[in-house]
């Protein structure tokens, strides 16, 4: 990584994390076979290089043996309530479990995802029973970011400014 090159994850990107968005992780195992679970949160570090999302402890085996076998992961965010999507790619550099401050951070994320969803015709009882807790908490260094809204321009690299 590049420290002066420009971070990878736009202010934009920032922004839609913070307004509910629907997250999603992919990972491989060894012979390349893919993976994906739902993950409760997402945080951008203020460098905008790295991220931590948040996947629910239960669900995340078949997550934790492909990071432990090679640290690439995708994670993919959407917005509910207008589809705007973007996938970013990197490594996990280091998982641990989720204190509190996660777990206060985790309920905020997830009242803002209870609203996106509603907002779709979800009803609220149906996502406050995804599970989210306890936690592991996921440290990305993020390598590019691609859009993913649908449109002619999804799949395409978003380059930093």
């Avoid at 060894?30 to 239960?58: K, N």
């Avoid at 994670?75 to 989720?98: C, E, H, W, Y």
């Avoid at 009803?123 to 306890?134: D, G, K, S, Y």
């Amino acid at each position: 990584m590049n420290p002066s090159a420009p971070p990878p994850i736009p202010e934009e990107l920032v922004e839609l994390i913070a307004s509910g968005v629907d997250v999603y992780i992919a990972t491989r195992d060894s012979a390349l076979e893919p993976e994906s679970m739902f993950a409760m949160g997402i945080r951008t570090h203020a460098d905008r290089r790295s991220l931590t999302v948040y996947l629910p402890q239960a669900l995340a085996d078949a997550t934790l043996a492909n990071l432990a076998n090679n640290h690439e992961i995708a994670v993919t965010l959407i917005r509910p309530s207008d589809f705007k999507s973007v996938q970013l790619k990197g490594q996990a550099t280091n998982i641990r479990p989720s204190t509190e401050t996660d777990r206060e951070f985790q309920a905020i994320f997830r009242a803002a995802l209870v609203e996106q969803f509603e907002a779709v015709g979800i009803p609220r009882c149906v996502t406050r029973r995804l599970v989210w807790w306890p936690s592991l908490a996921v440290d990305v260094n993020v390598r590019d970011v691609f859009g993913q809204t649908p449109g002619p321009a999804s799949g395409d690299r978003l380059e930093p400014r």
